[in-house]
């Protein structure tokens, strides 16, 4: 199955937000919701500096722990990307909560987050961000050859900077955004090795089949006994008032004696 | 002789404040219930989106963790047997429970005589409490615990969270499935049931039960 | 029409935001069309399917870099705009402005009808008019005008891509020489007159920098990435990711400056300093392009001589960096030569020194041999195209700007139909260039040297751009007659007699956009959509008024489509044949050496680039760059830096809601240190007083050790003071509100405005 990619150049960005922008303008994002957000890095003192620009956005992780937490399957994997269904989003925020780079935010009630422009890119076109970027710092395409490209920018950005790493290749089941680093994660704000606790995952393999199977099997189980039970239990009672009445007979008797 | 029920007296099963308090009990619960549901069954989410069903929720859920309170309140004593009760089990109730089949399957004669409480009723409710606590727990830590948890916290809670639910739903199944079988309903409405059929299921407590009212009424 | 389309369209907008509490609380303060407003993921139809796109071509306006634009829109709402791909500048891409274009366009603070003052004047009191009543009274006034003090007692000021109409049609054909850009005297004029001085050619509107080649990057003050030119950001981070190398010069860790290898944080107002001693270094160890100096300059052996003294010891002590880091910046360039250059930047207006400073470093890249050299400076070309048939005009024009072709100023200024030049003082209080709009002021108010009585603003943000705004006040108090056009209620727009309320580009045929490049190219402009409300394009505005002044003669054209088809004729072709190649019509360049066939590329008197100029020392200047120090801050106070924000042009785009969210506010970029010693921390809100006791703020202190701490640096155009403007109303301090004086440029008439210096004030 072919997966796709996108290629965020953490070397090439100059943080001009063309695609913060591009994403707002074409994806019709209400005022205050963004997919991406530009920040500056900055380390150092004064005149001894480094910079770089952080570009938090999705990053599409294949094994994504906003998936594998939502419970009515509005977040899904497709083409290596996660996607949105929003209108089968009930707003439970599990995925705001799960998510590793804290990405999906709720909007209107519904969890909201880049889908790779999965509308967009159907349609033929390249994601909003991909086809603005000014500083060519993005791009998408198949996983294959997005890969091959972002060892190739990172190789030559070694000359400059010796740490210049590819990040998403393995990372969290390998990414949906391949990053180009200028620098190694820790000191861009990102983490090294980021793990999906592996609690995420009970989720889907236990806690929801768990669920449809036992109180599938309760209603089922109790429903065919309780025709059986009910059964049991009015003859029972009949038979104890056929017990009483008996006994009250006896009894009553010798008083209407008494009085007689 | 008093031993034998007539068909006309009845007992007092559930005074006034037990009733409130379960039906407290009840609707909060449903409410959590269906909100919850709406939250995790995706045919049910075009309903949830938005946010009311998650603020009915939250609504559900201050009127839950109220029960015990507002129980305490009013009935303090019968709070406190509810509780003492269902963590208490003599020689009756086991040998109860080992043959519970035949109460599941509607069968009382035979059974060993029961308190206010039969043994699964008691383990019922100790079900309830130990449930109801570990789910209290978790909502508040998914509710509160943002910020302060990091992601495989709040996952730990959800999904305690929802399995809690989970028991607690089956055991609301078991408890709606007897409450059929043994027309119980009336109980818990209307307070007083059929003597007879209170001196076939609990037996020990209504021999313990003083012979006046409002504890034993005549019905004509 | 416009107006109930809108109506159905807010009406449908609060039907949606019924839907959410969200959304509701926007709607009160919105105009804004449904699209903007629910998200897609799957919860509706993209706006791309809800019907037939139309795609209309046009060149952007939210900055005047001016990309070509592909706008589409579905059922008269605009939705999105994209780079065109066969525009030579986007090249299919665009920055945050350009695609906050529709965002402008559905701005609901923007003016809706003619409006004619009755309040008193900068009181903001109109009442709407119908365009007729508005045009008729504005020619009355123009009239009375011209009849009492002459057709030049009117001045034009002009900004924004539909200057053309006012600033050049307009006032040539009414007959003012009192025309003026922003884009001459408050930012290029220098690089401009320095550049004609020393090899003849103007830079013009599009820095002709050989991108594609160039292999040593040297930036002065230029903050490429945060000045979001499309086609600079595109073309520096494809030659910085070839591994050409960047020197950055500036107080500032900017953003490129983070992408360089050599950042030299310099003393502000010292540039001239550093590029004398590069000079000394080139020359003292002969590491210039022998050959080509020989041939192509004239003057080494004086300037040799001249730079003598001027080691990177000597401008070490000056600017604040060390010898070694100036040596070692020369020898890079010199390593890279001919593909190596000082970018000639764009803003220069700084410190009164400019022409010279500029010339400096025309005058390194001519030792370098980057002019007419791959990798280097290309010649760029005009396009060929002819003007439009009309009358001659009654005064030539003088107004320059980055939009103007290049070579219109004549040597001799000139005259209007009453014998008149220019106002602002050429020849007199500087020597040359486009005309001054700054120097064009004091005439209003001093009736020196003759008066100036009527006003018309087309697109420029007049109190958020000229310095000394106080006096810019005192001036507008003064005329006769203020007319102010634009699309929005900016703040000088409450000064005005008379509103005429603007179409936006995405609105109107406009001019074409006619671009000197290494490709010379011509592209237009049409309408997306109806104007909305009762808005009308600029051509439509002089056409009108034109036709109430006795101007029929050049306007026999009745639409702008005519117009634009006539000048398209002279070349073969046509809107409808410009639509066929994607709004674009690009022709032949002559970029470098070889195309000019062994003649002198270079129009100054000697042919040669003239490193030493008589032209200036005949005028009384220094014939080569001297360091002249300029003032230091007095103790306490901050030499006041500003710049721009990648998400905003000037002073106009603080109001345009996307844009306003991306970056609502401006913020005071103040070294860390400093900030600690003055017990200020990050984020905290201040208030800025100048040396002449002007004042603003809030302002929210970016605490940062990226600028030196003998400066504060905040983005230009924040600050207003324009109660219509909803959201940029009183965001952040104004820069140009502290630049209560300026420098003129004696040679350009440019305003220097980094003289100005601020002290913080923590309490009010």
């Known amino acids: 199955m072919t997966t796709y990619a996108f290629l965020l150049d953490l070397g090439r960005c100059i943080g001009c937000q063309a695609c913060v922008a591009a994403c707002k303008t074409g994806n019709e994002l209400s005022p205050g919701v963004q997919y991406i957000h530009i920040s500056e890095q900055t380390r150092g003192v004064f005149p001894a500096l480094q910079s770089s620009i952080k570009n938090h956005r999705c990053y599409h992780c294949a094994d994504a722990a906003c998936v594998a937490v939502c419970p009515t399957g509005a977040l899904y994997k497709e083409d290596g990307l996660t996607r949105l269904d929003a209108s089968q989003c009930s707003g439970c925020a599990y995925c705001v909560d799960a998510c590793p780079f804290n990405v999906p935010q709720l909007v209107n009630g519904r969890s909201n987050k880049c889908d790779g422009c999965a509308e967009v890119v ?20 198949e996983r294959e050859t997005i890969m ?85 239990h009015k003859q029972e009672v009949a038979h104890l008032h056929v017990q009483n009445s008996a006994e009250e007979t006896a009894a009553v008797q010798p008083d209407h004696a008494n009085e007689t | 002789m008093t031993t034998n029920a007539s068909p006309t007296r009845k007992v007092l099963r559930y005074s006034v404040k037990p009733r409130l308090v379960h039906a ?16 995790l069954w995706s045919p049910l989410s075009p309903l949830a989106a938005g946010g009311l069903m998650r603020h009915l929720h939250y609504v559900g859920a201050v009127l839950f963790m109220a029960v015990p309170i507002v129980y305490l309140m009013v009935d303090r004593p019968a709070a406190k047997e509810l509780l003492w009760d269902s963590f208490h089990y003599d020689r009756d109730d086991w040998t109860w429970l080992k043959h519970v089949y035949a109460y599941f399957l509607g069968h009382c004669e035979g059974m060993p005589p029961q308190g206010r409480l039969n043994a699964g009723q008691k383990l019922h409710h100790a079900g309830v409490v130990i449930f109801s606590a570990s789910i209290v727990i978790s909502g508040l830590v998914m509710w509160f615990g943002k910020g302060m ?72 | 029409m416009a107006r109930t389309k809108l109506q159905i369209s807010r009406r449908n907008f609060l039907k949606s935001s019924l839907l959410s509490a969200a959304a509701l609380s926007i709607s009160s303060c919105s105009a804004q069309p449904l699209a903007t407003v629910l998200n897609q993921n799957g919860l509706r139809l993209p706006w791309f399917r809800t019907g037939e796109i139309k795609t209309t071509y046009n060149y952007c306006d939210m900055c005047p870099w001016r990309c070509g634009i592909v706008v589409k829109s579905v059922d008269g ?76 007692a009117v001045a034009v000021f002009g900004h924004t891509s539909g200057d053309f109409w006012f600033t050049d049609y307009f006032a040539q054909a009414w007959g003012t020489p009192n025309a003026a850009k922003p884009s001459s005297s408050l930012c290029t004029s220098p690089r401009e007159e320095a550049a004609k001085l020393t090899y003849g050619l103007p830079i013009g509107g599009h820095e002709p920098v050989d991108w594609d080649a160039i292999n040593c990057i040297v930036l002065i003050g230029s903050h490429i990435g945060e000045d979001a030119r499309n086609t600079v950001m595109q073309d520096f981070a494809n030659a910085w990711a070839r591994g050409a190398k960047v020197i950055v010069v500036d107080p500032r860790f900017s953003n490129v400056a983070a992408k360089a290898d ?47 003294p001027f080691t990177p010891e000597w401008a070490a002590e000056i600017t604040d960096l060390p010898a ?13 030569l001919p593909q190596a250059a000082i970018i000639p930047g764009r803003h220069v207006t700084w410190y009164g020194n400019d022409t010279q400073r500029m010339r400096a470093i025309y005058m390194i890249n001519a030792l370098l041999g980057a002019y007419g050299r791959e990798g280097g400076i290309y010649f760029s070309k005009s396009p060929y195209i002819e003007a439009y048939p009309h009358p001659p005009f009654a005064v030539t024009g003088s107004s320059g700007g980055c939009s103007a072709e290049p070579g219109q100023e004549s040597a001799e200024l000139p005259l209007g139909p009453t014998g008149k030049a220019r106002a602002d003082g050429a020849r007199t209080n500087f020597l040359r260039g486009a005309t001054a709009m700054q120097e064009l002021i004091p005439p209003m108010i001093s009736g020196e040297p003759y008066p100036i009585k009527a006003l018309i603003v087309y697109g420029v943000n007049l109190l958020n751009s000229i310095p000394n705004p106080q006096r810019t006040i005192e001036a507008l108090k003064k005329l006769d007659f203020v007319l102010a056009v634009d699309v929005l209620p900016q703040e000088h727009v409450a000064w005005a007699d008379v509103v005429f309320p603007e179409a936006t580009a995405l609105e109107r045929y406009d001019e074409l956009w006619v671009v000197a490049h290494k490709t010379p190219y011509i592209a237009m402009r049409e309408p997306a959509i109806e104007p909305l409300y009762d808005t009308k394009p600029a051509w439509w505005m002089v056409r009108e008024l034109g036709l109430r002044l006795g101007m029929e003669p050049y306007f026999r054209w009745e639409t702008a489509e005519e117009y634009l088809d006539a000048r398209l004729l002279s070349i073969g072709s046509s809107l409808d044949k410009m639509r066929q190649t994607n709004g674009v019509i690009v022709q032949q360049g002559k970029p470098y050496f070889e195309d000019f066939a062994g003649e002198s590329p270079f129009p100054t008197a000697s042919g040669k680039i003239e490193l030493y100029s008589d032209e200036l020392a005949s005028a009384g200047f220094e014939p080569m760059p001297t360091y002249e120090p300029v003032a230091e801050p007095p103790a306490g106070y901050f030499r006041l830096l500003y710049g721009r924000h990648p998400v905003h042009t000037f002073a106009k785009t603080q109001n345009t809601p996307l844009l306003n969210e991306l970056y609502p506010e401006n913020e005071l970029w103040l070294n ?93």
């Open chain 3, 672 to 764: 860390e240190d400093e900030a600690g010693r003055q017990g200020i921390t990050n984020g905290q809100y201040v208030w800025l007083e100048n040396q002449d006791g002007a004042r603003s703020g809030p302002i929210k202190v970016k605490a940062t050790q990226r600028i030196r701490s003998d400066a504060v640096y905040m983005v230009h155009g924040f600050g207003q003071n324009a109660p219509e403007l909803s959201r940029a109303n009183g965001q952040g301090a104004s820069d140009t509100k502290l630049q209560t004086t300026y420098a003129l440029d004696p040679i350009s008439g440019g305003a220097g405005m980094r003289v100005n210096f601020v002290r913080i004030v923590k309490e009010v």
């Open chain 2, 149 to 220: 948890l990091n992601a495989n916290g709040l996952a730990v809670a959800a999904i305690i969270h929802n399995l809690s639910m989970l028991i607690l739903t089956v055991l609301l199944i078991g408890h709606l499935y007897f409450t059929f079988v043994y027309d119980a309903l009336a109980g818990m409405v209307q307070g007083y049931i059929p003597e007879a059929e209170a001196r076939l299921e609990h037996a020990k407590w209504v021999e313990s039960l003083p012979q006046k009212e409002p504890w034993l009424v005549e019905e004509n």
């Open chain 3, 262 to 308: 050599y950042w030299l944080p310099i003393k502000p107002g010292t540039d001239t300093a550093l590029l004398l001693a590069w000079l000394n270094v080139l020359i003292n160890e002969e590491r210039y392009d022998k050959a080509y100096v020989a041939d192509w300059t004239t003057g080494l052996e004086a300037l040799a001589a001249h730079v003598a």
């Open chain 1, 122 to 141: 159907k349609a033929g076109g390249q994601p909003w961000c991909v086809k603005t970027c000014p500083s060519n710092a993005l791009m998408y395409g």
């Open chain 2, 24 to 39: 407290l009990l009840a609707s909060s619960f449903l409410t959590l219930l269906l909100t919850g549901l709406t939250l």
């Open chain 1, 148 to 232: 091959a490209e972002a060892h190739r920018r990172a190789e030559a950005l070694r000359v400059r900077y010796p740490h210049a790493q590819v990040y998403g290749e393995t990372q969290l089941g390998g990414l949906g955004v391949v990053m180009v680093l200028p620098d190694q994660p820790e000191q861009l704000d990102l983490p090294a090795n980021p793990q999906i606790p592996a609690v995420l995952n009970t989720w889907q393999n236990v806690v929801q089949p768990a669920s449809v199977g036992l109180l599938g099997f309760s209603l089922a189980f109790t429903g065919l006994a309780a025709i059986i039970a009910r059964r049991n």
């Open chain 3, 324 to 336: 070694e880091s100036i040596r070692a910046t020369a020898r890079l360039m010199a390593d890279n």
């Open chain 3, 77 to 152: 709402q605009i939705y999105k705009v994209d780079g065109n791909p066969a525009d030579p500048k986007s090249r299919g891409m665009l920055c945050a402005r350009g695609q906050a274009g529709p965002s402008f366009v559905y701005d609901p603070d923007r003016l809706r009808a003619p409006m004619i003052r009755t309040g008193a004047r900068g009181e903001g009191k109109f009442k709407e008019v119908t365009w007729a009543e508005a045009l008729d009274y504005t020619a009355e006034k123009l009239k009375i005008t011209g009849q009492a003090f002459g057709p030049e």
